[in-house]
């Protein structure tokens, strides 16, 4: 038998994350963060959207991102 994920929501692809992450770093020259909405609005610009075709919310990418 496999194993694995038995049904449910398909889990977030892990360039998405990798994208998510990438966009929450600081800026190094100003050092400031962008916003959960500003990571998922530059996401929909990259082409990443949401299972649903739209844009992320921002409760998703603070999952996507974890604790912080």
Known sequence: SE???CGGRKPVPP???AEA???ARPNPKTGQKRSLRQIA???AALGYLS???GVY???SISHMLGPR
């Open 57 to 59: 919310d921002a409760g």
């Open 15 to 17: 360039a998405v994350i």
């Open 41 to 43: 609005a530059e996401l």
């Open 21 to 23: 992450r990438r966009l």
């Open 3 to 5: 194993r694995g994920r």
């Open 51 to 53: 299972p649903s075709g």
